[in-house]
């Protein structure tokens, strides 16, 4: 497929939004042929890379990741594991102690530039490559590669043999194409997380002994070959021969990644969304090499259900944000939780049927967040975890039918705790450099989520929802960053929100608002309220009367320029703007003091406000003077 990256500069200034940069993105094509040493875990590569320059630089030199070069002894991702104040429990010093059997490693044996041979240098996870010749803007290149690689014993998402006996999980597990954007070069050396790849096409063929089977990227050329469940009804198949070996072709058009898995013992099941793609799943007969049996047939059974349940969590989330563009997905056991790749996942197995879902909507999420819209995860991980956990909570009670609820409570809680610690790092921190995992972890995931339901406080949930399905329309497969997502929401809404990622993205400044008085007579109330954080927000004070009746009194934040819409039936005053610069406000309502029963600030709680004892005012008769 020839995609439409070469027509994205005049189909963006159609878009009719104001961007702060002149949009452009590369391409890339691959062509692999794999062979696998099973006994080994061993294999030989080639590939052929199509590379298209479509920035405004010439290109004089470019880099490959090698992702497998970060299990050894003394690479960048060991020493930083075994000298973190809190190193993540899967890996910290496993790195140190692996054998030469054991270690990972990518070896680039040749590499031609347009046939001719190019000089190139490992440099422990990044190979560096100086061009014979530069690439012009526009101009396009074809490089040629041959490679051997050892799987690594698995401690990080990717190696042989995972904790319930996954033989192969195989992700970042080819020389890949470093990202070049408007950023410059991206050679992040592979040391905990998080990734950023060029949009291309991938023709992967892998040779491997005829007993495995395999599921990850793309679509199956050669199902009729394969059998395993791949095979079209009706379709005999010829009987493998012992000791045989088999290949595998896989095509994947519009991509950032590849992934696969692989292990004898594999069942092969599929489901189908209606109007959407084919689910695969990929798990052993027996989940957990290492549980009991009666473990495993609960096991079993989950994975049984898993995808009728999935298929509903598909059709929750294209109707909510977005439709997803390809025609497969694959769900695969393995690795060491659950890491997203496009087009599928791997995820362990041996769960509880809650966990097991979970785990699946919540990386089946990032094919939108991060597979589709593919925003750099180092730079913004808290657009690919926070809204893939804020998206998969509320799926979550739809595929279970729970009664709605404030689903994202456990992200706050997160945020909260975090603010607590005294650990918090802002989101713009890189990825790989925050201080502590835990505050990687919380502002990723749980701050992120609250980034979401905070901003649908401030522009009206409606807006938010318009806003989410607008931005997966506009930006899939486009890298989009926050201030992209930003101008859509202030386009949705009319407001001005410069000053949300000012504040929340780019600070640790946090919202705490309270009430500080209420003084009332026989004829009005007046209502004093003080702004103790940093961070200004517009305000919902709810005021309950002792006769059973309520209303909403609307402060909106002078520097957004709007006011979001009413959000329920309750009778709404909208009151004068609150400047950001002033600590306090005061305003006064037309009811005596005895007829108020209570006042509170935001009841619908997705105010991300640090301490809520002062956020309520109990009145039971008692009224200041």
Known sequence: MKKLITLLLLGFFSLNISAQRTYWQQEIDYTMNIDVDTEKHQYQGDQKIVYIN???????????????????????MDVRSRTIADPDGRVRDRISKLSDDEIGYQKIRTLKQDGKDVNFTHDGTILVVELNKPIKSGGKTT???????????????????????????????YPKMVEYDYTGWNPNPYVGREFHGVWGDFDVKITIDADYVIGGTGVLQNPNEIGHGYEDEGIKLNRRKPNSR??????????IDFFWGADPDFVHTTAQVPNGPKLHFFYQETVDKEGSIEE???????????????????EYANKHYGKYPYPQFSTVQGG??????????????????????????????????QGVLATNEALYAWMDEGFTSFASAETMLHIFDREPDFPYAGSYRGYYSIVESGLEEPLTTHADHFTTNRAYGSASYSKGAVYLAQLGYVIGDDALRKGMLTYFDTWKMKHPTAQDFLRIMEKES?????????????????????????????NKTVIELERVGLMPMPIDVLVEYTDGSSEMFYIPLRIMRGEKPAENDLKRTILEDWPWTNPSYTFDIPAAGTSIKRVSIDPSQRLADIEQSNNSFDVEGMIKK
């Not at 088999?246 to 991509?255: G, Q």
């Not at 495993?296 to 598909?314: C, D, H, I, M, S």
């Open 336 to 369: 060491d939780g659950g890491m997203e790749y496009p087009m599928g996942t791997l995820i362990t197995g041996g769960r509880s049927l809650g966990s097991l879902v979970g785990v699946t909507v919540h990386e089946f999420y990032h094919s939108w967040f």
């Open 296 to 314: 495993n047939a609960a096991y079993r059974r989950y994975w049984e259900q898993l995808p009728e349940l999935t298929v509903k969590g598909f």
């Open 246 to 255: 088999i290949t595998y072709h896989f095509v994947a058009e519009n991509v």
């Open 54 to 76: 479509n920035s405004p630089d010439e290109l004089d030199k470019v880099y490959f990741h090698l992702y497998f070069n970060a299990f050894q002894p003394g690479s960048m």
């Open 143 to 173: 490089f040629d590669m041959e490679w051997d690689a050892q799987v690594p014993l698995q401690i990080r998402r990717s190696g042989w043999s995972n904790a319930e006996g996954v033989e192969f999980s195989m992700s970042q597990w």
């Open 494 to 522: 009319g407001m001005v929100l410069d000053w949300y990622n000012e504040y929340f993205v780019n600070t640790t400044k946090t919202v705490d608002y309270g009430i500080k008085a209420l003084i009332g007579d026989e």
